[in-house]
């Protein structure tokens, strides 16, 4: 077993791999103490690897799925490259048209490496996805462009 990434000294228990365009590229091996939080505790292997993309089609289109959204609360959805565009396209009109003000009220007090996000924050942002994905299937049934059509 590999030793901790972080620390250097305990046994990694934690093994993250990062894949980009479905080819492995990084694994990061934490023990118990240095792992970061992911929310995924306590859920069973199958539960987690339901939210791996690799061998994942596009819920829109069927294509390999490129990137995708999901939290440890809510089922994952998975994209091919366009649907993506297009469903970060409809979030972000969704962002602008909630917060028309929101270039006035930007500020560089927070890294973007921060994850602690305020609850109020990640609950608008998990409703906005929701509410994209829901807004993209509308959108590609009505164009006769989804799966199923």
């Not at 894949?19 to 939080?37: A, I, L, R, T």
């Not at 998990?126 to 799966?147: N, P, V, Y």
Request: net charge neutral; glycine share 6%; charged share 30%.
């Amino acid at each position: 077993m590999p030793l901790c990434s972080k620390c250097h000294r305990n046994e990694a228990t934690i093994h993250i791999t990062s894949v980009f365009n479905g080819v492995e590229k990084e694994k990061m091996h934490f023990c118990q103490d240095c792992s970061p939080s992911t929310g995924f505790e306590g859920l069973t292997v199958e539960e987690i690897q339901s939210h791996s993309i690799i061998g994942k089609k596009c819920e829109f289109c069927g294509q390999a799925a490129y990137s995708g959204v999901g939290s440890p609360k809510t089922k994952s959805t998975f994209w091919c490259f366009d649907c993506g565009l297009e469903y970060n396209h409809i979030r972000a009109e969704l962002f602008r048209a909630e917060n028309p003000d929101w270039k006035n009220r930007v500020t560089l007090s927070r890294s973007f490496l921060n994850t602690n996000f305020p609850p109020d924050e990640i609950a608008q942002f998990e409703a906005r996805s929701e509410k994209a994905i829901l807004l993209l299937k509308e959108r590609r049934k009505q164009d006769g462009r989804d799966k199923a059509s």
